[in-house]
């Protein structure tokens, strides 16, 4: 399944034929429709495999760490990692669909906008959670951030994959975290 | 071309068919090869037509604007109109076009590349002539922000596209325009 999300990812999932994914997996037709019903149905089961991923690794990066700006930075972190081929290579899985699935309503498209979601309400939990403890200030807009957050993070895994320069993610993370943390210190002032 | 530009655009260049292109033109096969030799050329022209309107409409936005933020200001207009339709519907074509030929190099890659360097190469000029004169703080690294403006800019398209809601760009700008004046108003004392 590691191998179906790497070629999806790469090529997008309407141009990966079943061919493309039997010669990366080693697998027979037989062998891909033992398991999954359709074309379809490999493409969803695939991509909520590689969401999944993405998830554990985001809930995880954040373990440990108290404040809101440590929380952040391993958000960052992480994000430089998907633009080294985390968990798959090709750049962000969840924007990758996001843009090819935006022409009509699609499983696929539903599961984007889900993992998406998901994302916000996460970054806006951290950024809530810096606003009470006061070390963000408490003018900030908790979800205007969080999508900030995402926005930067996944427009320079697009400009990296592009210009093949994955520390362009680095520097937008370090302006961003810039913008952030000046925040945080007028808040403790 | 507009039209072709626009399904090309929300479907993706290899998912569109010539069925797409000819229902959405009214034009005949036989038309459109009168024009373009093949498919990969009615795709190139355009793309590159799609790139020549908003590079148009960047170089117009700042016209008659004196001051780096001011300059900075327009195109985050600029971008919250790619938002909600400008030139296409569907997105910002560069990144879209980035993110579906990312897997092979080919001629619509360059051309996706050559714009996106164009465009960072114009931010970076403002950015700069914003430290020359004093506007920007003289630390500042005027490719860095560069990109963080399209990084931060284009990320928001892909949140708005996917989430039906074109004010993420309205705010994402807003955040990056006080990081930018935060910068600017240290660069004043």
């Known amino acids: 399944m590691d191998k179906a999300a790497a070629v999806f990812n790469l090529k997008g999932y309407h141009a990966t034929s079943l061919s493309d994914v039997m010669r990366v997996t080693g697998l027979e037709k037989g062998g891909i429709y033992n398991h999954f019903a359709s074309k379809e149905e490999l493409e969803t089961a695939t991509f909520a495999h590689v969401v999944r991923q993405m998830r554990t690794a985001l809930f995880e990066s954040v373990r440990g760490k108290r404040s809101a700006m440590e929380r952040l ?8 990692r998907i633009a080294r081929g985390f968990p798959v290579p090709g750049g962000c ?15 696929l498209r539903s599961l984007a906008r889900e993992a998406m979601a998901d994302w916000r309400r996460f970054l806006e939990t951290i ?12 003018t900030s807009d908790a979800g205007e951030l969080g999508a900030l957050v995402i926005a ?4 320079a895994i697009m400009l990296a994959n592009l210009h093949d320069d994955p520390t362009i993610v680095d520097k937008a993370a370090s ?13 403790a002032q």
């Open 73 to 80: 930075e391993a958000v960052c972190r992480l994000f430089a």
């Open 93 to 107: 899985p969840v924007m990758n669909t996001a843009i090819e699935t935006d022409h009509a309503d699609s499983a």
């Open 127 to 138: 950024v809530r959670s810096g606003i009470e403890r006061g070390e963000l200030p408490g």
């Open 152 to 155: 930067t993070l996944e427009g």
């Open 175 to 187: 302006q961003l975290l810039s913008h952030l943390s000046t925040s945080a210190t007028a808040a």
